[in-house]
């Protein structure tokens, strides 16, 4: 009830937010939170109406929209949704706004998809023939310009966990190396490691300070 009661607080919508709130304080009497915004709400509802205030927090809604729909027409996706997103936290505007708003980012959303498909279809095959590193490269374009893609962020987590399992083995393998006497082997697979595995990888770190021994 609390997240459904702050959505209806956010958008001034007072007596949906005074229902779910008197749930809350039902099942909570001594809810801290619900009890503050059920005072402030009963305040709210005896106050009287201004319609100005929401003349101007709607004009600055379709400027947003205005603003967002010719960055997307230029290709400026992320900028867009930001300015659309701004919308869904504005307070007392007409709803048609925020389905305008929302329909928007699902739109800039779609062609974001459209966008990076060819690139997430070609890492998926990379680590289909578990060429990670290669995959990891192509992830981290897509992630740099658009940090918050969801199917990238996923197949990146997964990258990084198989390089790590493969930087445990080789890095196994190079102590086996070492500890026979084998110092060349040893140091090859070393920089093989810093070569490909992620600096944040332990074992990077760890491949990093035993090179160190034989500089």
């Given at each position: ?118 690139l997430m279809t070609q890492a998926n095959a990379l680590m289909e023939s578990n060429d990670w590193v290669g995959a990891q490269r192509i992830?981290e374009s897509i992630l740099g310009d658009y940090p918050s893609h969801v199917e990238a962020k996923e197949a990146l987590q997964r990258v990084s966990n198989s390089l790590h399992q493969q930087a445990r083995q080789e890095y196994t393998e190079a102590i086996i ?39």
């Amino acid at each position: 009830h609390l997240s459904v009661a702050l959505d209806y607080f956010n958008r001034q919508q007072w007596e949906k937010a005074m229902g779910e709130y008197n749930k809350i304080i039902e099942l909570q009497p001594d809810h801290t939170e619900a009890q503050q915004k059920k005072a402030l709400i009963q305040q709210k509802l005896v106050e009287p109406k201004s319609e100005k205030p929401m003349v101007t927090r709607d004009k600055k809604a379709e400027r947003l929209l205005a603003q967002g729909s010719r960055l997307s027409q230029q290709g400026n996706h992320h900028e867009a949704l930001n300015m659309w997103r701004s919308i869904l936290s504005m307070e007392g505007i007409k709803p048609s706004y925020y389905a305008q708003a929302d329909k928007f980012i699902q739109f800039s959303k779609n062609a974001l998809r459209e966008k990076y498909l060819p690139l997430m279809t070609q890492a998926n095959a990379l680590m289909e023939s578990n060429d990670w590193v290669g995959a990891q490269r192509i992830l981290e374009s897509i992630l740099g310009d658009y940090p918050s893609h969801v199917e990238a962020k996923e197949a990146l987590q997964r990258v990084s966990n198989s390089l790590h399992q493969q930087a445990r083995q080789e890095y196994t393998e190079a102590i086996i190396e070492e500890n026979v006497g084998r110092i060349d082997a040893a140091i090859k697979k070393f920089r093989g490691i810093i070569d490909r595995i992620p600096a944040s990888d332990p074992y990077h770190q760890k491949a990093k300070r035993k090179l160190k021994k034989y500089e």
